[in-house]
């Protein structure tokens, strides 16, 4: 079965594995990229994602494509830390624009065309932080713990419609996001993890294509961790 699959962010790190996996997987794959040369082997559309305007062509150009968007992996994210004392008004409200704004904006005009199928899935890539919180990180746990009620409400919202809404919420994943932390900084996270080591982008991509598998029907309002048991009791 080969569905249209639009993954925010998947020109690099986690998005990019999932966009190998659902395109294994034989689904017609697109992804947005910034800047740069996009990854061969998807369609690949230039789009800012906090830029209403830039989200709207990027759609019109996948639809044209590949038809309405049947899977919708909202992935793209930022982190801007900081200490609340030091976090400036643009540093909270970017994270809260990129990670969580940007994720309605592009839930909503994918479930334009999932309402008219009588079908979808869409899935949210949270945090582990979402439940834990972080020092440093208000503005991204804030976001990330904002994309759960969303999604929460949206499996509510469009559950009679055979569409299904869930969350993954990673842990610490081998990425250039957190390439960029202090080598303390990263031991003292390993340290929390009881599998003892980050996540590689492969073991997100493999929940993420699982909850938009068919096997996966019955699920939805769900927050799938994937983080070495960091967050578990959560
Ligand atoms: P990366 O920094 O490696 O990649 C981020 C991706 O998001 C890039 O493709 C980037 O595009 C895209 N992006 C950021 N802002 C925008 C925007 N305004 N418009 C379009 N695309 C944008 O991060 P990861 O792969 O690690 O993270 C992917 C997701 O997983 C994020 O939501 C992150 O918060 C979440 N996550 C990551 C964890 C980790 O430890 N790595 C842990 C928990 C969650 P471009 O290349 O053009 O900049």
Do not use: W
């Amino acid at each position: 079965m080969s569905r249209s699959v639009f993954i925010t962010g998947g020109n690099r790190g986690i998005g990019f594995e999932i966009a190998k996996a659902m395109a294994e997987a034989g689904d017609r794959v697109a992804i947005t990229y910034r800047s740069g040369e996009p990854p061969a082997g998807f369609l690949a559309v230039q789009c800012d994602i906090t830029d209403p305007e830039q989200v709207e062509l990027a759609y019109k150009r996948i639809e044209e494509e590949h038809g309405p968007v049947e899977v919708l992996v909202a992935n793209a994210g930022i982190t801007r830390d900081a200490l609340l004392l030091r976090m400036s008004e643009e540093d909270f409200a970017d994270v809260i624009n990129t990670n969580l704004t940007a994720a309605y904006r592009v839930a909503k005009r994918a479930s334009r065309g999932m309402l008219r199928a009588r079908s979808g899935r869409l899935i949210f890539i949270s945090s582990a932080v979402a439940m834990l919180g972080e020092a440093g990180q208000s503005n991204y746990a804030a976001a990330k713990a904002g994309l759960i009620g969303f999604s929460r409400s949206l499996a509510r919202e469009l559950g009679s419609r055979g569409i299904t809404s869930n969350v993954v919420a990673p842990g610490l994943t081998a990425t250039d996001m957190t390439a960029v932390l202090t080598e303390e900084r990263t031991k003292a996270l390993l340290a929390q993890i009881p599998l003892g080591t980050a996540a590689r982008p492969e073991d997100i991509a493999a929940a993420v294509r699982f909850l938009a598998s068919d096997e996966a029907s019955y699920i939805t309002g769900a927050v799938l961790p994937v983080d070495g048991g960091v967050g578990m009791g959560h």
